[in-house]
Nanobody, 125 residues
Framework: QVQLVESGGGLVQAGGSLRLSCAASGRTFRWYGMGWFRQAPGKEREFVAAISRGGNTTYYADSVKGRFTISRDNAKNTVYLQMSSLKPEDTAAYYC??????????????????WGQGTQVTVSS
């Protein structure tokens, strides 16, 4: 199993920036793709961004494309989500996750098999 610990969430004004971090332990981090998801109250968990094992390929939801950047440091077993130009609709709990080696896509919740506890991001207008 892998343990994931997110950090970096908080309260920020619209237009501001935050950087989320997700530290992994317990599995060989560099072997797995990683993703970020978010869940707002009363809504389903949704895909935000993902990154391949080596960090060469990234994927983004249309709603965050051009504003968010996912990256990873395999030497530190950490994946990051740099969020800029934040909007109130970005308010949610943000979760990082390990992509299953059996996954066929990058976007579905069911394609990921280990999850962190989440970090809250609140964007005020």
């Amino acid at each position: 199993q892998v343990q994931l610990v997110e950090s970096g969430g908080g309260l920020v004004q619209a237009g501001g920036s935050l950087r989320l971090s997700c530290a992994a332990s317990g599995r060989t981090f560099r072997w797995y793709g990683m993703g970020w998801f978010r869940q707002a109250p009363g809504k389903e968990r949704e895909f935000v961004a993902a990154i391949s094992r080596g960090g060469n390929t990234t994927y983004y939801a249309d709603s965050v494309k051009g504003r968010f950047t996912i990256s990873r440091d395999n030497a530190k077993n950490t994946v990051y989500l740099q969020m800029s130009s934040l909007k109130p609709e970005d308010t949610a709990a943000y979760y990082c996750a390990v992509r299953s080696p059996y996954a066929s896509t990058w976007y579905g919740v069911n394609e990921y098999d280990s999850w962190g506890q989440g970090t809250q991001v609140t964007v005020s207008s």
